[in-house]
């Protein structure tokens, strides 16, 4: 089968797993410490630049990394298409973008009615401990392949991202939503 139909991007180097490693333990690290520092009033403060309080903005965080798993169950199907499939399925979702701010920005609203801090860190190692087992287990050729997405949804959504840059994603939107926190610790 032609290289384009399955999506393969040629790579000249393979990706640092133990990078994307060390990330994802720096982030967990880093949301625990956040987590048991912070009073319920720091929790319930908003944050900078978002109308979410600290509580929320840190499950959205969370989140990031959750959502990360049905990503790449969407790469390993598109990326085995033409690349025209997954161009159209982003442009349907860059298409919906209204509806997918409010479930965006509605989720963690309720989330934390759920998810209380200790929950939050647990979810946090579970998810990432999966992620990093998932990585291990991926060959570079499938780290290679990718599909189009919808670039209006999130700022660190490319056009076309591979396997391994999804891998990368969800420490890029901590990493940017940390510094949007209001907690009384130096973030």
């Known amino acids: 089968m032609p290289i384009e139909s399955w999506q393969a991007m040629e790579t000249t180097e393979p990706m640092d797993r133990q990078a994307v490693y060390e990330d994802y333990e720096r982030a967990r690290r880093t949301f625990h410490q956040l987590l048991e520092a912070a009073s319920a009033t720091d929790l319930a403060s908003p944050t900078s630049g978002t109308k979410w309080t600290n509580k929320q903005l840190l499950w959205h965080m969370l989140f990031g990394y959750m959502v990360v798993r049905a990503l790449l169950v969407l790469v390993r199907?598109?990326?085995?298409?033409?690349?025209?499939?997954?161009?159209?399925f982003a442009r349907v979702l860059?298409?919906?973008?209204?509806?997918?701010?409010?479930?965006?920005?509605a989720g963690p609203?309720?989330?934390?009615?759920v998810y209380g801090s200790r929950r939050m860190a647990a979810a946090f190692d579970h998810v990432t401990a999966s992620l990093q087992r998932r990585l291990a287990s991926e060959s570079e050729a499938g780290l290679a392949r990718g599909m189009h997405y919808p670039v209006r949804w999130d700022p660190f959504f490319k056009d076309f991202m591979t396997l391994a840059d999804i891998y990368r994603y969800p420490t890029q939107h901590f990493d940017f939503h940390l510094r949007q926190l209001t907690l009384d610790d130096d973030n």
């Open 109 to 113: 609203c309720g989330a934390v009615k």
């Open 94 to 105: 860059n298409a919906g973008t209204v509806p997918f701010d409010w479930v965006n920005y």
């Open 77 to 88: 199907v598109f990326g085995r298409l033409p690349r025209g499939v997954s161009k159209v």
